[in-house]
Structures are given as C-alpha cells and as structure tokens.
C-alpha cells in the first residue's frame, strides 16, 4: 500500500455531486457483499474457499490499478471492500466450526483450526483498506461520515438478516468497522498536523534567515566598522 497522499483539496471529490457519491458507494457496497459466497458458482474452489474468502480480489484490483482512472472507480472499489469485511465479519460467528465452516484450499482442503484467525485478519484488513482509501481520496468531513453511516446501516442490516448470533455478528461488525475508521482517521489527522508542522518550520527558517540578515546588519557590520575605528585610532 502506497503511503498515505495528504493533498491540499480534492477537486475532483468535491466537484462530484454528493447524491452521486452516496448512491455509488451504497449500491456497491450491497453489490459486493455477498462476493464471498461466489464460490459456489466454481466447482474447484469449494465451500468457503481462501480465495473469495480473503481480501484478494479487492488488493489485486488496487495493487495492478484496476480501477483507477476516474473518483468512481475508486469509490467502487472502497465498497468492495467495505463489502467482502461485512460478509466476513458475520462468518466468524457460524453454528459451529465443522468442514463446511472451515476456510478451504482449492482441492477441499482445510485448514482447520486456522480458519476463525483467518477470517478475523481478512475481516479487520478489508474494513481498514476501506476506510484508508476513502480518506485518501477526501479528507473532507461530509464524505467521510456518510461512508461511516452507509456501512454502519448496511453493515448492521446485514447482520440482523442472519438466522442466528444476530447480537453478536451486530456488535463484532461495529466494533471492527468503528475502530478501524476512527484508527485510521488519527493517523489521517496525524498526517495533516505532521505537514502543517513543516510548513510552519520552513515559514520559521525563512523568518530566522530574515532575523539573522537584519541582526548582521544593525549589530555586526556596525561592530566591525566600530573595531576598525578603534584599531586606527590606537596604531595610526
């Protein structure tokens, strides 16, 4: 993951209209929620493969620059990833951990007890990678909170919809979702004062070279002519 791109407005972001925004973000986020499950439809993969069950499709499309031509783009793939933590954070609470919970290699083949630590890792990275690539591409507050409250309401929807440990899926979700959001949105203000500070120590170094010119001026130069005056007048 690229550093962290703090820009001093986003023009594009904040020349879309945010009723746009908001509808892209929803709908993709509902789009790609049950991705996961996608499995079914390829019979080599098997149930709850590690391949849709993890943040690979999401990483490959923004490591090999899918999507990244237009602010939509990047705000479907911010609901890709949104989405796929929501499918995983319910999975961490099945009936049971049996063979057909258990997170699988191509072939069926388990890895068993791995599988609740698995899912967890994938769970907390894909919300995290969500938040972060929201707040690279706008730090403004109106953007921000309304991705919060698009995947808290989908998100917890979500979680309702299962059939059982309701409760529980609710609260693991918004406990991941909440922290990593807020995790990241100190690191982002982090940011934003680690620049406003360089700026205010080269407006500073300017101002001291400002100083040292003018002390030179009032208190050296004259000091020097002064010593010269003196030498002259004891030796001459």
């Known amino acids: 993951m690229k550093k ?4 001093n407005s986003n023009f594009e972001i904040d020349n879309l209209n945010y009723h746009i925004f908001t509808l892209v973000l929803f709908f993709s986020c509902i789009l790609f929620f049950d991705y996961p499950d996608t499995e079914s439809s390829v019979g080599w993969l098997g149930q709850r493969s590690i391949i849709t069950h993890s943040i690979l499709l999401p990483y490959l499309v923004l490591h090999f620059k899918l999507m990244e031509d237009s602010i939509i783009a990047s705000i479907v ?7 796929v933590g929501i499918h995983l954070s319910a999975d961490l609470h099945p009936m049971e951990w049996n063979g057909s919970t258990l997170i699988k290699f191509p072939g069926d083949i388990s890895i068993g007890g791995l599988s609740p630590a698995w899912i967890l890792i994938n769970a ?24 919060l409250t698009i995947g808290l309401i989908i998100g917890s929807l979500y979680q309702l919809d299962n059939r059982h440990f309701e409760v529980a899926k609710l609260l693991t ?7 990593t ?10 940011a934003i004062l680690d620049k406003e500070k360089k700026i205010k120590e080269k407006n500073f170094v300017f ?14 130069i004259p000091g020097i ?12």
Do not use: E, H, P
């Not at 793939?77 to 989405?83: A, C, P, R």
């Not at 907390?124 to 991705?147: C, G, N, P, W």
């Not at 979700?173 to 922290?179: D, G, Q, W």
């Open 225 to 236: 002519l002064l010593g010269i005056f003196l030498f002259i007048s004891l030796f001459l």
């Open 173 to 179: 979700f918004v406990a991941i979702f909440l922290i």
């Open 4 to 7: 962290l791109n703090i820009k």
């Open 207 to 220: 101002r001291g070279d400002f100083w040292t010119y003018l002390m030179r001026t009032i208190i050296i």
């Open 77 to 83: 793939v911010v609901g890709l990833f949104l989405g």
């Open 124 to 147: 907390v990275a894909s919300l995290y990678l969500a938040s972060k690539l929201m707040m690279q591409i706008t730090y403004s507050k109106k953007f921000l909170y309304t991705y």
């Open 181 to 190: 959001f807020f995790m990241q949105k100190k690191k982002l203000r982090v």
